[in-house]
């Protein structure tokens, strides 16, 4: 039996932060992961789709060149490489955690872990069994893939995001979407680019159900126009195989639609990976299969800890990260430093689109008076020269004090962007303290200010508006 302070079971974005926090904090630490070490995140979620994105947007970019004044022919692309660049990525930053536990002396079990009680940790795997002796655990087993009911998947070419991430990737000619939320609208934006015929189905009234609805009825018009069939709210209702291709039937507009494709993406969600968590006679308390969690990240056991997407959270992998660093934190007795009120919701597509806080609607539900603040970025100079479509940058704020609540963006870099507003929002800024922030010009950045200033009436860049 090994003695440790802190067993951290899942070595994903939530698991590995929270152990090299935890070794960083003075404790003997031990993580235990199954698999490649990264989790989904790393292995088959945020890295390699925008890896993947990025070629997909720059083999685009290369088809419309000639709007930039650059001539090229014969251009295409080879799906093998634009994995292989993947999967070189993926494993670089794989091996640099790998690196990190070394570092830090954090001992890395390749294996399977059940919870026997609450302070014993059982490992196994290659034949072997050991027993690890524990103060503190912590559970970030994360989460997989929802699979569609009955037999639908059993269908060759019917596959998850899981799959569509894996070591070599395959494209088809007609693809179909199931799935509205960020995974769906993401796969969409890289399959269309590159020139798949795309088809989306949405069980919910709008894609991206959770964002601001005008960032969700913008994403809608922007894929009508480039081509992709949006279906909202539909269902599949079943997958027949003819020949050598897929029909999907989908309820639509009280009827019936046959979609007929080479392909069909699965996005409908995700659920906890608990099976086999725990030894008989043992078990934290959970809900729906999730790991239920109190305001300190604590089980109904103080001493057990859980993290990330098995908690029925955000299913984010920086939302994770955080969380790791408060549970740390609050283990070793000191006040937890991420503020988890203020966390982005960010999808990778083309306008990025980023959302941090309360949209208007949410802060009117709680009976909040707002002002909001809005830039259309059609007339900002670093959009105007990317050639984006419409975009702009929404900001809310409390109409009593001008303190900012939320902010709403859908334009280039907004993933980046969302950040300085996440800032603001944490330190509780008033508009007239964002406004007195210089921003480089020339830069998308420009249309924070621009946004602020509409509050007032005072956006240099926007016509007054009609008194």
């Known amino acids: 039996m090994k003695d440790y302070d802190l067993v951290v079971i899942g070595a994903g974005p939530g698991g590995y932060v929270a152990a090299i926090r935890g070794a960083q904090k003075g404790l003997k630490v031990a993580v235990i992961e199954y698999d490649k070490t990264g989790g989904t995140c ?13 070629s997909s947007h720059l083999y685009k970019e290369i088809l419309n060149s000639e709007e930039y004044g650059i001539l090229a022919s014969n251009v295409g692309y080879d799906i093998d490489k634009i994995y292989d660049r993947k999967n070189g990525i993926v494993e670089s930053l794989r091996n640099g955690v790998e690196q990190l536990f070394k570092a830090h002396k954090i001992d890395h079990y390749k294996k399977k872990a059940s919870i026997k009680d609450k302070n014993t940790v059982i490992v196994r795997g290659d034949g072997e069994e050991e027993t690890l002796n524990t ?37 088809y000619k007609r693809i179909v979407i199931v799935g509205g939320g960020v995974i769906g609208v993401e796969f969409a934006s890289i399959y269309n680019a590159l020139g798949c015929e795309v088809s989306i189905i949405g069980s919910r009234p709008q894609l991206l159900r959770r964002l601001d609805r005008e960032i969700s009825q913008n994403t809608a018009m922007i894929f009508k126009k480039r081509g992709i069939k949006v279906f909202t709210p539909a269902r ?97 007795g000191e006040e937890p ?40 970025m059609t007339n900002n100079g670093r959009t105007m020269i990317a050639n984006e479509d419409r975009s702009f940058i929404k900001l809310v704020f409390d109409a009593e004090t001008e303190v900012i609540l939320g902010a709403q963006l859908m334009c280039s870099r907004a993933t980046d962007l969302i950040s300085e507003l996440s800032v603001a929002i944490v330190n509780k800024l008033t508009a007239e303290e964002i406004a007195s922030v210089i921003h480089p010009h020339p830069t998308f950045t420009e249309g924070v200010t621009e946004a602020v200033e509409d509050i007032f009436g005072l956006a240099v860049h926007m016509m007054p508006k009609r008194k």
């Open 42 to 54: 790393l292995n088959r979620g945020c890295i390699p789709t925008k890896s993947i994105m990025h």
């Open 337 to 376: 430093p991420m503020d988890l009120n203020a966390i982005q919701s960010c999808v990778y597509g083309d306008p990025e689109i980023a959302q941090v806080g309360m949209t208007a609607d949410e802060a009117k539900e709680k009976g909040i008076e707002v002002k909001v603040g809005k830039y259309v």
């Open 236 to 332: 599949v209702q079943e997958i027949l195989e003819e020949n050598d291709e897929l029909i999907c039937k989908v309820s639509y507009k009280d009827a019936i639609e046959e979609i007929r494709c080479d392909g069909v993406l699965v996005c409908v969600g995700r659920k906890p990976v608990t099976e086999g968590l725990f030894e008989d006679g043992f078990s934290v308390e959970l809900e729906n299969g999730f790991v239920k969690i109190n305001e300190n990240l604590q089980t109904n056991f103080e001493n057990i800890y859980a993290i990330g997407d098995c908690t029925d959270g955000t299913f984010l992998a920086h939302a994770a990260s955080a969380q790791g660093i408060n549970a740390v934190s609050h283990i070793v």
């Open 135 to 171: 103060k503190y655990i912590i559970i970030a087993t994360g989460s997989k893939p929802t699979p569609l009911p009955g037999t639908m998947m059993n269908h060759k070419n019917v596959f998850d995001s899981d799959e569509a991430l894996a070591e070599k990737g395959k494209i």
